[in-house]
T-cell receptor, first 114, second 115 residues
């Protein structure tokens, strides 16, 4: 069974469109995250939810809106896509939100904005 | 906030040699330091981690050392093999509820092991 899964794996879309990426974890973890990995491979945290509550919200354009319907799911909706949004987006989860909790990453969603 | 610097950005070694990657952090509240390996086109995966109450940890060919006073930690890979070729990331996470859950990652080191 896949521990952290994301859909879709690839997403190619035009500038200005709205798209969503879904993430699910079956590990029973309390905390979920979204990371962005750009073309230089830099890995930056975007959001974190603990028990469906937003606990980390980095300096991310408000075109990005996370939603956590339950502890096992964290979705990312992006409005008015721009060229600079092209990246690989990773979802991750951990047992808790504090230090010492290993993060498990999903397979990533490669978003290409044309 | 936390700032993590990682060096070198690229590292090329011969098979069988050792590889060392170094990271420094700025926030003394950080107490958990994981290392991730990311193979081409794959997800980052934890390979080893260390907590601030420990100075060194070893797992087969991989070891991590932590110097809390100097705020730096290092990854050591011995007897490198071609399958060790990947991008390696260090990270630092704070204790308690301050910025809870927020891992700050280094910029990554691309390790190439030549057969």
């Amino acid at each position: 069974d896949t521990a952290v899964s994301q859909t879709p794996k690839y997403l190619v879309t035009q500038m200005g469109n709205d798209k969503s990426i879904k993430c699910e974890q079956n590990l029973g973890h309390d905390t979920m995250y979204w990371y962005k990995q750009d073309s230089k491979k830099f890995l930056k945290i975007m959001f974190s939810y603990n028990n469906k509550e937003l606990i980390i919200n980095e300096t991310v354009p408000n075109r990005f809106s996370p939603k956590s319907p339950d502890k096992a799911h964290l979705n990312l909706h992006i409005n008015s896509l721009e060229l600079g949004d092209s990246a690989v987006y990773f979802c991750a989860s951990s047992q808790g939100s504090g230090g010492g909790n290993e993060q498990f990453f999903g397979p990533g969603t490669r978003l290409t904005v044309l | 906030g936390e700032n993590v610097e990682q060096h070198p950005s690229t590292l090329s070694v011969q098979e069988g040699d050792s590889a060392v990657i170094k990271c420094t952090y700025s926030d003394s509240a950080s107490n958990y330091f994981p290392w991730y390996k990311q193979e081409l086109g794959k997800r980052p995966q934890l390979i080893i981690d260390i907590r601030s109450n420990v100075g060194e940890k070893k797992d087969q060919r991989i070891a991590v050392t932590l110097n809390k006073t100097a705020k730096h930690f290092s990854l050591h890979i011995t007897e490198t093999q071609p399958e060790d070729s990947a991008v390696y990331f260090c990270a630092a996470r704070p204790r308690g509820n301050t910025n809870a859950g927020k891992s700050t990652f280094g910029d990554g080191t691309t390790l190439t092991v030549k057969p």
